[in-house]
């Protein structure tokens, strides 16, 4: 009997793979980064052959660590960067061109001009989304009318569209599945977040050609079986997809209605189950499929903020505050406060609530004064108080209260970090053992569909508490800290 199941975490800065056991234990992981490519101010690619690549390599890595072979493996499960779009071709499995990731702004203007001709409340009702370049259907249509021939070789069959979910899928089966689930699908803005079909007239108004759309499947599902892999031998299921933020919701065993998690990535992510049925917000948040499963169709509010662990990035790469991510807590601890400065990480535009895509960072209130440090400890309060911003208006909108959250995602690790968003949510943020949890999501929709795992209430009782941070901040310094904040995103 197969003894290990494999979970493809294909994020926007790196893949991770990560090799669990039958009592969720992770026997190894491997994550390789991959380049970014920005053609233009605003612009964000991916290149697929770079990401097949980090696949492959983390794939045998992962493998050779767990001391296992590939026919130690009952299932493989993938979870993903969502609304970045991807075309290649059905012939020979050669991408058209790079992927526009989902941070690219370039289709603002088309949106707008969607907004203008009074489509926005239309859609919104149609997809739980708003009229934003985030998402990818302005994406797809910027590519097919942009590529050479693309849109004439869609319209003939030529070409197959997805997500990083249904691209991984396609190479992992040999071209034999070409599929996505409603979580993906949900991100797009051509499915009908009711039906959980592709939507005709959502089809019509992109200028997206049906015969270019994967199949959309349930998020636990055996959908094809790898060929062709070295890495992997012929026959292992392909069983489970979710994206990356829905896959986390599970993997954080949040199953009940009301149960909320954030996770901190390259953006930080917001996603509260609000179970059978949608919830159309008021407040900016979007309304998406949570994960299908036999027997059940889960959907969720979620408030995405476009910039968090990738702020730290950029402070790293982009002004070489620091030499490694991990420096910047001690650096941010090094000061008791900012010192008066302010850091919006605005680096991509702003996205819920607020939904400004020409919004730009700022970092204010710099005096002679002003150090590294205080910098740092800005970023990471620009973090919290985007996060901030997202629960406020979940709050307005659920029913259920939020008597505290669940936390993932690498820079959840940010001990600082952690106890500043504990103090401006006046809540316990909660941190599990195993903070890997869109993996662990992945991997057990996998594991349900081939019978590894028998039902969810395993996930329940391997889910284990690492810390849990509690409120400690006066009022007043909160009180000041919203007000600084107000002010700079007003300037953003």
């Known amino acids: 009997m197969a003894k290990y199941v494999v979970a493809i975490d ?20 491997v994550t390789q980064e991959f380049p970014q490519h920005f ?19 983390t794939l045998r890595r992962a493998l050779v660590r767990a001391g296992a072979s590939g026919r130690d493996v009952a299932a493989v499960g993938i979870t993903n960067q969502r609304e970045t779009v991807a075309l290649w071709s059905r012939r020979d499995d050669a991408p058209l ?13 088309e949106c707008q001009r969607l907004r203008d001709a009074g489509h926005e409340d239309w859609v919104r009702e149609r997809t739980g989304l708003v009229l934003d370049p985030y998402f990818s259907a302005t994406k797809l249509g910027w ?3 942009h590529v050479k021939g693309a849109r004439a070789r869609a319209r003939k069959g030529e070409i197959a569209f997805g997500t990083i979910d249904t691209f991984l899928a396609w190479r992992l089966t040999g071209g034999k599945a070409h599929v996505t689930d409603p ?8 499915m009908n977040l009711r039906t959980l079909r592709w939507d005709p007239e959502l089809l019509d108004l992109f200028g997206v050609p049906a015969g270019i759309l994967p199949e959309i499947r349930m998020s636990s599902e055996v ?7 070295r890495v992997l031998p012929d026959g292992v299921p392909v069983a489970g997809i979710a994206g990356d933020q829905q896959a986390a919701l599970f993997g954080q065993a949040c199953f009940t209605p009301g149960d909320a998690k954030i996770t901190y990535g390259t953006g930080a992510f917001v996603l509260a189950n609000t179970g059978p049925e949608p919830v159309t917000s008021r407040h900016g948040l979007l309304s998406t499929v949570a994960w299908s499963i036999p027997g059940e169709v889960a959907y969720a509010l979620e408030g995405s903020a476009f910039i968090a662990g990738a702020a730290v990035q950029w402070l790293r790469d982009g002004l070489g505050l620091v030499r490694s991510a991990s420096e910047i807590e001690a650096l941010a601890r090094s000061v008791p406060d900012t ?20 919004a730009r960072g700022l970092i204010a209130g710099i005096d002679r004064g002003t150090r590294a440090a205080h910098v740092a400890r800005a970023a990471l309060e620009g973090i919290a108080l985007e996060v901030y911003d ?25 001990d600082l970090l952690m106890q500043l968003q504990a103090d401006l949510l006046e809540v316990p943020v909660i941190r599990p053992k195993m903070v890997e949890t869109t993996a662990l999501g992945a991997a057990f929709l996998a594991g349900l569909a081939v019978g590894y795992w028998k039902s969810r209430d395993e996930i329940g009782r391997a889910w284990k508490v690492d810390r849990r941070f509690v409120p400690k901040m006066k009022a007043e310094t909160r009180r000041k800290m919203h007000e600084r904040w107000r002010w700079a995103l007003e300037r953003a």
């Open 143 to 145: 590519l097919l009318d």
């Open 339 to 358: 010192g008066g400065v302010v850091f919006v990480p605005a680096l991509t535009g702003l996205g819920a609530p607020h939904w400004r895509a020409g």
């Open 97 to 109: 061109a790079r992927a526009i990731v989902w941070q690219d702004r370039r289709t603002a203007g």
């Open 223 to 229: 959908y094809g079986t790898t060929l062709g892999l």
């Open 39 to 57: 053609p233009r101010p605003g612009q964000v690619e991916h290149d697929l052959e770079e990401i097949w690549r980090s696949t492959l390599s």
């Open 10 to 29: 294909q994020g926007t800065t790196g893949t991770t793979v990560l090799v669990l056991d039958k009592k969720l234990s992770v026997k190894s992981k």
């Open 183 to 190: 979580s993906n699908a949900s991100r797009t803005m051509l």
């Open 390 to 414: 997202l629960v406020a208006a979940m709050r307005q909108e659920s029913r259920h209260r939020l008597p505290a959250v669940r936390v993932d995602g690498g820079a959840c690790n940010n």
